[in-house]
Each structure stands twice: as structure tokens, then as C-alpha cells.
């Protein structure tokens, strides 16, 4: 079965520190990534999305991914975090065979400090 | 309607007692599906619904658990004789295509359901 592993549970930065969270994924199939956010008291939305073509791809307010299909991985990054940053984050993973199913990761807790 | 909306946005509810959880899709969409976010868990899938096809029920976690989708539109999970253990928040989303392109959901604000 598929799943998706998001190694760092809880991420405290400053501000206008860079940003890296790691997901890692276990399918050898053909895959569809997806980053999504839940800011606090908000509902998960859609940070950014890789399907094909270039492997790195840009997403809203700056944040970026970078699919590496040799690692299974797809990394979240973002050269210098705001406050407003602090969120929830959660990798996923589409899995060609699997219809529109979504299998996430266990999610990234962001705080930021101002 | 312009998002996806469930109803109702909390639930308190006795241990053993039934419970009903209602989530209304985007308009045209055609896949559905509901996931179980839970403290420190992630989001668990539980069900998908792709137009007149079969769900996929892989995730439901025991047979206390079961949705319909009726009218390819509004959906309802059913929690038989619930247990604390299935406090969580009920996230429902919608797609408009759920074949292998996927293209990213659109959530609802989810159901805290607690048990007590």
C-alpha cells in the first residue's frame, strides 16, 4: 500500500529563516504530488501540485517543490518564512492506480516567530 | 454552491449512540471523498465516491462505519454505536475529475465530532 512520510513533526523558525520540509513517498507507480496547508482555525487548502513536466514547481505565496522521482521525494521549500507561514502542512500522494484517492502525510506543524 | 459545506460543524454525542455526518460537494463535482483527521494522526482516508461507480471503502476503519452518496451529489457518513476512539474531525472534499490526473481537492471545514 501506498504511504507518505513527512519526517519532521514540528518546525520552529524565525522569521526570514529558509524553509524545508521533507516528504517522502512509497509507490513505484506514476504519481501525483500535492502540498496542501491548514492555517489555524482555517480549512486545508491547496498550497501547490506536480503532475508532469518540470520537476520543480511553484505554488502560492512563494513556496516551492521539488519532485525527485530517484528519492521518491518531494520537498516543500521557501527561501524566508513570514509569521503569517504558521500552519499546518500536509504532503500527498495520487497514485495512478488508485483513481482520485489522496493518501497524506501525518503533517508538519510550522510555528514561525516574529 | 461555491464551496464544499458540512453540516453540522461540531457534534457532541453519548458513547453508543448513532451518529450522521452530511457534507454537500461543489456543484459538478463527480468524486467525493472523507477523510478522519485526528490529533497528531494526519488525515486518514476513509471513502471515495467517483460518479455511478462503486466507492472505494478500503478506509473505513471498522463496519460501525458507512456512507452513501445519493444523487451523485449530497453524502452521508454514518457512525453505528460510536466509541471515544472515533473523536476526530470529519473532513469531506470534492473534485472534479478523480480519474489518475487527480487534480487537488476542494475541503469542507470538517465535523468535530466528539464523543464522550
Known amino acids: 500500500a501506498q504511504s507518505v512520510s513527512q519526517h519532521n513533526h514540528h518546525v520552529i523558525l524565525s522569521e526570514a529563516a529558509s524553509l524545508e520540509l521533507g516528504c517522502n513517498y512509497s509507490?513505484?507507480?506514476?504519481?501525483?504530488l500535492f502540498w496542501y496547508v491548514q492555517y489555524p482555525g482555517q480549512h486545508l487548502q491547496l498550497l501547490l501540485k506536480?503532475?508532469?513536466?518540470?520537476?520543480l514547481v511553484k505554488g502560492i505565496k512563494g513556496f516551492e517543490a521539488e519532485f525527485i522521482k530517484s528519492k521518491f521525494s518531494f520537498n516543500l521549500r521557501k527561501p524566508s518564512v513570514q509569521w503569517s507561514d504558521t500552519a499546518e502542512y500536509f504532503c500527498?500522494?495520487?497514485?495512478?492506480?488508485?483513481?482520485?484517492?489522496?493518501?497524506f502525510g501525518q503533517g508538519t506543524e510550522l510555528s514561525v516567530k516574529p | 454552491g461555491a464551496g464544499v459545506s458540512q453540516s453540522p460543524s461540531n457534534k457532541v454525542t453519548e458513547k453508543g449512540k448513532d451518529v450522521e455526518l452530511r457534507c454537500d460537494p461543489i456543484?459538478?463535482?463527480?468524486?467525493l471523498y472523507w477523510y478522519r483527521q485526528s490529533l497528531g494522526q494526519g488525515l486518514e482516508f476513509l471513502i471515495y465516491?467517483?460518479?455511478?461507480?462503486?466507492?472505494?471503502k478500503s478506509g473505513l476503519p471498522s463496519d460501525r462505519f458507512s456512507a452513501e452518496r445519493t444523487g451523485g451529489s449530497v453524502s452521508t457518513l454514518t457512525i453505528q454505536r460510536t466509541q471515544q476512539e472515533d473523536s476526530a474531525v470529519y473532513l469531506c472534499?470534492?473534485?472534479?475529475?478523480?480519474?489518475?490526473?487527480?487534480?487537488?481537492?476542494?475541503f469542507g471545514s470538517g465535523t468535530r465530532l466528539t464523543v464522550v
Open positions: 472534499a470534492s473534485s472534479s475529475q478523480a480519474g489518475p490526473g487527480g487534480y487537488g481537492y476542494t
Open positions: 509507490y513505484g507507480g506514476t504519481v501525483n
Open positions: 506536480y503532475f508532469s513536466g518540470d520537476p
Open positions: 500527498a500522494v495520487n497514485a495512478h492506480n488508485q483513481g482520485g484517492k489522496l493518501i
Open positions: 456543484s459538478g463535482h463527480t468524486a
Open positions: 465516491f467517483q460518479g455511478n461507480s462503486a466507492p472505494d
